[in-house]
């Protein structure tokens, strides 16, 4: 028994599941103990039997009938011998088989077995699996003693637990919401969780083994190597978010913002180091829009006063150039009349300024992005067919979002008027809009002369066109920033320019309240 116990022992240590380590617990029970059948079984929750997690048959041909009966029966049932195990977590010898409660007694008298042992193998007080073995002599408990297997059932008990507890363990690590690694002490991974794999890219096969510099990038391994040699000599606690800015390498070369905690693992022979990588990119583009939106507000705050400044002093020149005109000959009326082309000019402007400075007041309702793009088509599509344009629209699914339904009109007035103006000998303006995942695409597309590449079209007063003030983008990008969503664009000379803006469905989901942020004068 000593030498059995022994081989149980190896067994449960190199065993990779609880179905392997069974396996070889019948083989070494059945054939130092001269049972020709042993079957094993997993108790699941609640109380059930997964049928077989091993099996061990001295002769596979002249068993294999008792076998298919014994995976047909449900052995919850109390009457039965297994279910009666299942139900007092005692171990029960059947002294003859040929017995109306043993369900399986014609495949066991077909195969000329007599007798029946089933002993519980218990974990936490309750039975987490079952051992069943049959003999071909009857036996009785006066010639045969259930203590010896009770003993190995115990064993096995205890393996399960432990093999349950780390599986719990690792279910844990896997599910953190952080990139888990665990590395030694010279620097090498031994352990990495499933968000890990998500960050980086990796196999977890892959990270195994292997330096963490590995996820450092190139420029800043060696001080990364100088670093960690340091706190080894003297390991400590170290939180997330201790004031360094730190970027990650991922498989695929990018490089990643994170924040990273440390915790020394002392064991008894050796010092493990816990690191947990958080990423931070989301966070990273939220506080940079939200950084947006306070510089859009410092923007409509100065906008704000500009145009109160301007605006009375222009009215008194537009008025004084208005009687001026009546009274000067008609020769010096081309004069005049470009001095009021100038002050129509800078009356423009000073709205533009105006729309800055409304910008930040975001007021949030349900808006139906396809309502707002035929409003801007009915009022100026007549005028841009004039003008040898062909307008394209295509809208799909469902395009409703929070969000401030003037502004969104601004946006696309100010997007489709630089595609027209892009095309001043006509062309094709093309507009579309669909849904994607919890956001909505906006698209907008010109064939005209493109955008020259020296020129940061965002900028305000800044253009490519001989008119305008150059604040019409830059108004699109404060809308698009203020409603925390995003843009892009490509264009090639000659061949057009195309905007892409995606905006969020839902801005609560976002971080933005429904009060807006006003301007502060």
């Not at 409304?358 to 035929?374: E, G, H, M, Q, S």
Request: hydrophobic share 40%.
């Amino acid at each position: 028994m000593i030498h059995l116990m022994r081989l149980l022992g190896v067994a449960a240590h190199n065993a990779k599941s609880i179905a392997e380590m069974f396996e070889t617990a019948l083989r070494e029970i059945c054939t130092h103990m001269g049972w020709p059948v042993g079957f094993g079984y997993i108790v699941e929750p609640p109380s059930r039997l997964q049928n077989f997690a091993a099996w061990y048959r001295s002769n596979p041909e002249r068993y294999a009938n008792l076998q298919h009966a014994s995976e047909k029966i449900d052995f919850t049932d109390r009457d039965s011998l297994i279910g009666k195990v299942l139900s007092t977590g005692k171990a029960v010898l059947l002294e003859d088989v040929n017995t109306k409660s043993f369900l399986r007694r014609q495949e066991a008298q077909d195969a000329g077995l007599k007798s029946c042992l089933a002993v519980p193998v218990i974990v936490q007080n309750k039975p987490a699996a079952i051992l069943e073995f049959f003999h071909n002599e009857p036996l009785s408990l006066q010639n045969f003693a259930t203590e010896s297997i009770e003993s190995v059932a115990s064993q096995i008990g205890l393996v399960i637990e432990q093999q349950r507890e780390e599986k719990k363990l690792k279910a844990l690590f896997d599910s953190a919401p952080d990139a888990e690694i665990v590395t030694d002490r010279t620097g090498l991974i031994v352990m990495v969780n499933e968000q890990t794999v998500r960050v980086f890219g990796y196999a977890q096969a892959e990270l195994l083994g292997k330096p963490i510099e590995v996820l450092v990038p190139a420029e800043r391994r060696e001080n990364h190597i100088q670093y960690r040699m340091e706190y080894v000599s003297a390991p400590h606690p170290r939180p997330m978010g201790s004031g360094m800015e730190l970027t990650a390498l991922r498989k695929d070369g990018t490089s990643i913002a994170v924040e990273v905690s440390l915790s020394p693992i002392p064991l008894d022979d050796e010092l493990l180091i816990a690191c947990a990588i958080r990423d931070i990119r989301g966070r990273k583009e939220l506080e940079e829009k939200l950084r947006e939106r306070e510089r859009l507000a410092d923007i409509g705050t100065m906008a704000a006063i500009f145009a109160h400044e301007v605006a009375s002093p222009l009215d008194g020149i537009s008025a004084t150039v208005q009687v001026i005109k009546m009274q000067l000959p008609q020769e010096v009326q081309p004069l005049i009349s470009e001095l009021s082309a100038e002050i129509r000019r800078l009356e423009s402007l000073l709205n533009q300024f105006r729309s800055l400075s409304r910008l930040c007041d975001l007021k949030l309702t349900v808006v139906n992005l396809t309502t707002v793009i035929r409003r801007v088509l009915e009022i100026n599509a007549a005028h841009w067919s004039s003008l040898g344009i062909r307008i394209i629209t295509e809208v799909s699914g469902d395009l409703t979002l929070s969000a401030d339904e003037e502004k969104l009109h601004q946006l696309i007035l100010n997007l489709t008027r630089n595609a027209v103006e892009a095309m001043p000998t006509g062309g094709t303006l093309s507009i579309r809009a669909y849904s994607r995942d919890d956001e909505i695409l906006l698209v907008i597309s010109d064939t005209g002369c493109g955008i020259p590449e020296d020129i940061d079209i965002f900028q305000p007063f800044i253009t490519s066109k001989s008119q305008g003030a150059g604040l019409g983008l830059h108004i699109v990008r404060q809308i698009i920033s203020a409603h925390l969503g995003a843009m892009t664009y490509k264009t090639a000379p000659g061949a057009g320019t195309t905007f892409e803006v995606s905006l969020p469905k839902n801005q609560k989901r976002h971080g933005i309240r429904d009060q807006a942020l006003r301007p502060k004068f």
